[in-house]
């Protein structure tokens, strides 16, 4: 890239924090990923495979699934954030001493809603199309990031 495109990247993540939104996004997909070999693994254990009948989206395992997979790849995405994302804004928290558990708590709860979202989209392709659950909670992620990422920046980070 030629330093002109370089500056207009700048200049769009210090207006829109653009930069911030995709290394979001990308600790999002890294905790999704970790949701997803949860999902796709249990869905094996529990059913011998990813293709389920339409059926089983009112299953108690498979939301039970859902669910665990959901708190695990959403502590890794936190996790994956505090590092990467927000190092700045966590490094001036610390100063005040803020807890990383009071932040992974308050995390934890905005992605309530999105995974919410993610799951209820998963269910209802399920039961509509028959669309395997593995896929449903790709494009149930997708819907969800917007509403995950406002929240989450200005609830857990305050930025």
């Known amino acids: 890239m030629d330093e002109r495109t370089l500056q207009k990247i700048r200049e769009l993540d210090r207006r829109y924090g653009v930069l911030r939104a995709v290394q979001f996004g990308i600790a999002g997909i890294v905790g999704f990923l970790v949701a997803e070999a949860i999902i796709v693994g249990g869905m094996f254990i529990a059913y011998g495979n990813t293709s389920v009948p339409s059926s089983f989206s009112t299953s108690p395992t498979l939301l039970g699934l859902d669910v665990l997979a959901f708190l695990v790849g959403v502590t890794v995405g936190f996790a994956v ?17 803020r807890n990383v558990l009071v932040r992974l708590a308050k995390y934890q709860g905005v992605y309530v809603v999105g995974n919410a979202i993610t799951i209820g989209t ?25 509403v995950s990422y406002v929240i989450s920046m200005r609830v857990v980070w305050k930025s």
């Open 122 to 146: 998963q269910l209802l392709l399920l039961a509509s199309f028959a669309l395997s659950p593995a896929i449903g909670i790709i494009i149930g992620a997708v819907i969800a990031y917007p």
């Open 81 to 97: 954030n505090e590092r990467t994302t927000v190092r700045k804004i966590v490094a001036a928290e610390s100063k005040r001493k």
